[in-house]
């Protein structure tokens, strides 16, 4: 999908946002002007806007019954198998940003030829990322002056989860990648 590079304004941690599971973000989030959000600003900033979902693991990782739940609990994505080398795409339209995600993955399960029900072996990761509150004003006033779709991008790793977002754009068959940020972005083309 393109050459990695280190986004400038990553933390020295990645793995620092990433939140216990089960918890939710603290207060508001700040905007580009310092100013907390409450939750439903946070919301309001993406009203009417499609997003795209990516999903992906960091090279020579698989991980196995993988579900992402909002923060209202609701299942948005499941996968049997992530790894870093098949990229799961999903698309969104008029569906609400999430304030967080809950990322879990399980030991890599079987199904017993005497059973017809899949027998998970436990989870062995279960992170929660903040996704609404990490988008800067920037990147949706960018958005909204020029058609484009917003992609947010999730790569697992045994540690956590790293999170990434940009803006897709078309032009004359060629795909354009702006507003990188998060913790990891692919190469501007």
């Known amino acids: 999908m393109g050459r990695e590079r280190k986004n400038p304004q990553t933390p020295a941690n990645p793995w620092s ?34 997003w795209l979902m990516l999903v992906d693991a960091v090279p020579d990782t698989r991980m196995h019954g993988v579900t992402f739940h909002d923060d209202l609990g609701a299942l948005i994505h499941a996968s049997a198998r992530v790894t870093s080398r098949y990229r799961e795409i999903r698309a969104f339209v008029q569906r609400r940003v999430p304030l967080s ?9 079987h199904c017993p030829a005497e059973r017809i029900a899949w027998v998970d072996d436990g ?43 940009d803006v897709e754009r078309y032009s004359r068959g060629v795909v354009r990648f702006d ?11």
């Open 17 to 50: 946002g990433l939140m216990p599971s089960g918890g939710t973000p603290a207060g508001g989030a700040p905007t580009d002007t310092g100013t907390p959000l409450r939750p439903a600003d946070l919301v309001r900033r993406f009203r009417g806007m499609d």
């Open 101 to 109: 995600l809950r990322v879990v993955w399980r030991q890599c399960g």
């Open 123 to 165: 989870a062995i990761g279960d992170h929660t990322v903040p996704v609404a509150a990490r988008i800067p004003d920037a990147v949706l006033s960018d958005l909204k002056a020029r058609p484009g779709s917003l992609r947010l991008k999730f790569r697992l790793a045994p540690e956590g989860v790293l999170f990434g977002w």
């Open 179 to 189: 507003c990188p940020g998060g913790d990891f972005s692919e190469a501007r083309r």
